[in-house]
């Protein structure tokens, strides 16, 4: 599986991204895709989920409301559309797949331990 991030920036506080995850080399089917987010000194931490077919999706808090994931079975991508963004959504941005188990738990869609496949990471940063 190979996962392939774009769309990361530099924006103004209240501006908006979009990133996309395209994702090759495994027919997906209820399997997670997540992305994460990695400040400076910081451990990774969730952001969103959603499963392959779009069922499911789950957010962390401090981006509910602002941020929306979706995908597009066709082009095997899935995105990222983050709006009202704040200087405390500047990160490394990651895309992560879960090749193998479809448990959508929100205890197991947190943990970066879950997914077996990453992205290489796009930076994106907020200006106040």
């Known amino acids: 599986v190979q996962l392939q991030a774009s769309g990361g920036g530099l924006v103004q506080a209240g501006g908006s991204l979009r990133l996309s995850c395209a994702a090759s080399?495994?027919?997906?089917?209820?399997?997670?895709m997540g992305w994460f987010r990695q400040a400076p000194g910081k451990e990774r931490e969730f952001v969103a989920a959603i499963s392959w077919s779009g069922s499911r999706i789950d957010y962390a808090d401090s981006v509910k409301g602002r941020f929306t994931i979706s995908r597009d079975a066709v082009k095997n991508t899935v995105y990222l559309q983050m709006n009202s963004l704040k200087p405390g959504d500047t990160a490394v941005y990651y895309c992560?797949?879960?090749?193998?188990?479809?448990?959508?738990?929100?205890?197991?869609?947190?943990?970066?331990?879950?997914?077996?496949?990453w992205g290489q990471g796009t930076q994106v940063t907020v200006s106040s």
């Open positions: 080399g495994h027919t997906f089917s209820e399997n997670v």
């Open positions: 992560a797949a879960d090749s193998s188990s479809t448990s959508f738990s929100y205890s197991y869609i947190v943990d970066p331990l879950r997914y077996d496949y």
